[in-house]
């Protein structure tokens, strides 16, 4: 069965310092990938994806992710947080192929800045 | 364009009271899909519809739980009787479904969070 982990539950940083968020993933073949971030009292907004080619996507908010087959990993990256980047993260998978299909989320890492 | 509708935003009852959400998906969204957030995890699937038709129900707990998405448009999950343990966020989800072609990104409602006594 596919899954997906988060080892980091929460993940303290410094406003202006660079953050990395890390996702693994368990799956019999490569599939679809997607980080996620969820304020509170908001509902779950796409921060991006990566179904193929370059393995460095970009995405909104000034993040970026980096999809490595060889550890099954596809970590977010950010290279300064600002405080409004505090929020819940989710890595999600999909099967490929499966268009339709539900999304497989990880247990999320808290985001917390610092000052 | 308005996102995805849920309502409402927050429900307290008492154990084996019923309870029922509800919720409208972007226009056009052929499928949708309901998914279950206990607190400190990550949503999960519970049913996803393409138009009126459960495609996936493999995940919904049948003895209580019931969804229905009349006219294929909006949808209403329900809970009879409701049990402590389904104190959580009911998050609602919308997508082109397979005319969205291999991105297919799914937009997510504010979720109803139950708190059940």
């Known amino acids: 069965a596919q899954s997906v982990t988060q080892p980091d539950i929460h993940i303290t940083v410094s406003e202006g310092a660079s953050l990395e968020l890390r996702c693994n993933y368990s799956y019999g073949a490569t599939p679809y990938l997607f980080w996620y971030v969820q304020s509170p009292g908001q509902g779950l907004q796409l921060l991006l994806k990566?179904?193929?080619?370059?393995?460095l996507v970009q995405g909104i908010k000034g993040f970026e992710a980096e999809f490595k087959r060889s550890q099954s990993s596809f970590n977010l990256r950010k290279p300064s947080v600002h405080w409004s980047d505090a929020a819940e993260y989710f890595c999600?998978?999909?099967?490929?192929?499966?268009?339709?299909?539900?999304?497989?989320f990880g247990k999320g890492t808290h985001l917390i800045i610092q000052p | 364009e308005a996102g995805v509708v849920q309502s409402p935003r927050y429900k307290i009852i008492e154990k084996k009271q019923p309870v029922a959400f509800w919720c409208n998906p972007i226009s056009g969204h052929n499928t949708l899909y309901w998914y279950l957030q206990n607190l400190g995890q990550g949503p999960e699937l519970l049913i996803r519809y393409e138009n009126e038709e459960a495609v996936d129900d493999s995940q919904l707990p049948k003895d209580r739980f019931s969804a229905e998405r009349l006219k294929g448009v909006d949808s209403t999950l329900k809970i009879q009787p409701a049990e402590l343990g389904d104190s959580a966020v009911y998050l609602c989800?919308?997508?082109?479904?397979?005319?969205?072609?291999?991105?297919?990104?799914?937009?997510f409602g504010p979720g109803t969070r139950l708190t059940v006594l």
């Open positions: 990566y179904f193929s080619g370059d393995t």
């Open positions: 989800a919308s997508s082109l479904g397979l005319a969205g072609g291999p991105y297919n990104e799914q937009f």
């Open positions: 999600a998978v999909r099967r490929r192929g499966g268009g339709a299909d539900g999304l497989t």
